[in-house]
Structure formats: structure tokens, C-alpha cells
């Protein structure tokens, strides 16, 4: 069993900057592929960002060049900067660890990110 809880959610206005951190339980942090996803009412969630145990990350093209996913295997963190934020933006961001291995994947609580123009 992985729990993760997610920081750093909030209320920023049109063209700042946020940074969510999600603290993951366990002892196998460095095996994980970590991700962010997020959800607006009526749709169904999408991912954001993944990031590899060796640092490897991909991003939905909407968010490229402004989000960047790190983690701290030291610290079983993953982390997500979201600078230039617009009002799409706007939504329910949800830590996700995936274990390959296992085919398992367990979700934080979600923390809400709103962008206001």
C-alpha cells in the first residue's frame, strides 16, 4: 500500500506560478513511475506530467515548456512547477504512483489549483 498527500494547492492569478509537492509512503519510491493528473467537473481526468524513477518525464503538450515534474528519491516527493498559468488550468491535480511491476496504481487526495483572470 503506497499513500501519497499532495501540497502547494490554491488560488493564483492568470500568468503566475504554483508549485505542488506530493509525499509518497514506502520503501520503494525509486521504483515508481510518479505522475500528475487533473480533473475538471464533467470531465474526465488527464494526465499532466510522469516522471520515471531515473528522472525520465513526458508532458501533455498543453502544459509543455510551463510545468516541469522533478522528484527527490531521498525525500519520496515528486514535485510539479506550473509557471505561466492560465485560467484552463483551473482544476483538481491528483498525484498518481504507478507500479509497473505490480500493474498497481495508488492516488493522492487531490488538491485544487484555481487560475483567475
Known amino acids: 500500500q503506497v499513500q501519497l498527500v499532495e501540497f502547494g494547492g490554491g488560488l493564483v492569478q492568470n500568468g503566475g506560478s504554483l508549485r505542488l509537492s506530493c509525499a509518497a509512503s514506502g520503501s520503494f519510491f525509486s521504483a515508481y513511475r510518479m505522475g500528475w493528473y487533473r480533473q475538471v467537473p464533467g470531465k474526465q481526468r488527464e494526465l499532466v506530467a510522469t516522471?520515471?524513477?531515473?528522472?525520465?518525464?513526458t508532458y501533455v503538450d498543453s502544459v509543455k515548456g510551463r510545468f516541469t515534474i522533478s522528484r527527490d528519491n531521498a525525500k519520496n516527493t515528486v514535485y510539479l512547477q506550473m509557471n505561466s498559468l492560465k485560467t484552463e488550468d483551473t482544476a483538481v491535480y491528483y498525484c498518481?504512483?504507478?507500479?509497473?511491476?505490480?500493474?498497481?496504481?495508488?492516488w493522492g487526495q487531490g488538491t485544487q489549483v484555481t487560475v483567475s483572470s
Open positions: 498518481n504512483a504507478h507500479i509497473v511491476s505490480a500493474g498497481k496504481d495508488y
Open positions: 516522471v520515471t524513477g531515473g528522472g525520465t518525464s
